[in-house]
């Protein structure tokens, strides 16, 4: 329950960073300081913050330790992982978050995916105790890169529930 309310806080809180500063970054470096004045951080939280600017494709992102964002290109078919540097929210990394965290831009081109996730998708276990995976996932979602998002995320759904079994 602890972990569901202080990511509904970093939620709030978020949105209110997101509309007084514009790079991901600098989102970020905010929300470590608010949270550390709204609760005592004794465990840790992941997020990953990314702006798509629609006029010149431009995607801009950033990183508190979250799983890296997918990006599977048009012109290769091949999966890229972007992992710009961060620490998770966390008294243990509050002092240094501000040192540790990077922000990188991406120019996009038509037919580019990028594909967020959480390790919820990753750390599935089927019958045989057999972990899901990232390169699993990464392979999966280059596979199905042509589609649209809404049956990439079908298409995964289906895999995760077939993978898991009972």
Known sequence: VSAAMNANTARVVLQAQAVMHKDPAKVLSALNHS???????KQFLTLGYLLLDTQTATLTYASAGHEPFVLITAAFEKYRLLKPHGYPFSSL??????????????????GDVVFCYTDGATDIVNDQEEIFGEERLYSLVQRLHALSAQHILENLYQTLQTFQGH
């Open 93 to 110: 990394h509050a002092e240094l978050f501000d040192q540790r965290i990077t922000q990188e831009t991406y120019l996009l081109e038509h």
């Open 35 to 41: 949270l550390q004045q709204e609760f005592q951080m």
